[in-house]
């Protein structure tokens, strides 16, 4: 019985690199399954891993056990995580541009310098791939340099 409730538990696992599902989401359910269904040994894992990764995260896995000195476990963990977190990191810069708005009490020179300082910071993260993720954000702005524009001219003396 206890071989059919982790064979159907672990297949309610999220799968990384398919989903919506965060880095540290998917580590914690795979980290709590491992810990309920005692699943200590190592390349026991491993194996498990290519199962619930997908895409760039079964790339991952796969890259780091396909070299004359194979990674371990955790450093597989490890080298999964720093890439979603410099993705999620790069992902939420651009969504904060895509819904920036001028707050309450922000004079317009006070939003220029935050927005121009968001804008920057996407601008250094964006590679070629992101080209057109970033596009549809792009798009949400054409015409708001008019709109910006004559907020500027508005508040001028």
């Not at 989903?19 to 491993?46: A, L, M, P, Q, Y």
């Not at 708005?101 to 590679?127: A, G, H, M, P, Y």
């Amino acid at each position: 019985m206890e071989n059919q409730t982790k064979t159907l538990t672990f297949n309610r696992l999220p799968i990384l690199g398919s989903s919506k599902v965060t880095f540290d989401e998917w580590k914690f359910s795979f980290n709590h399954w491992c810990e309920t269904f005692k699943v200590i040994d190592e390349s026991e894992k491993i194996n498990y891993l290519f199962a619930i990764t997908d895409k760039t995260a079964r790339t991952i896995v796969y890259n780091s056990l396909n070299k004359s000195n194979p990674d371990n476990y955790e450093t597989i963990i490890k080298n999964i995580g720093k890439y979603y977190k410099k993705t999620s990191a790069k992902n939420s810069r651009i969504l904060e541009l895509s819904s920036i708005t001028i707050r309450k009490d922000e004079s317009i020179t006070e939003f220029d310098l935050r927005f121009s300082d968001i804008l920057n910071q996407v601008s250094k993260t964006i590679t070629l791939g992101d080209i057109v993720v970033t596009s549809y954000y792009v798009k949400a702005f054409r015409n708001w340099t008019k709109i910006y524009e004559s907020l500027m001219k508005n508040q001028l003396p």
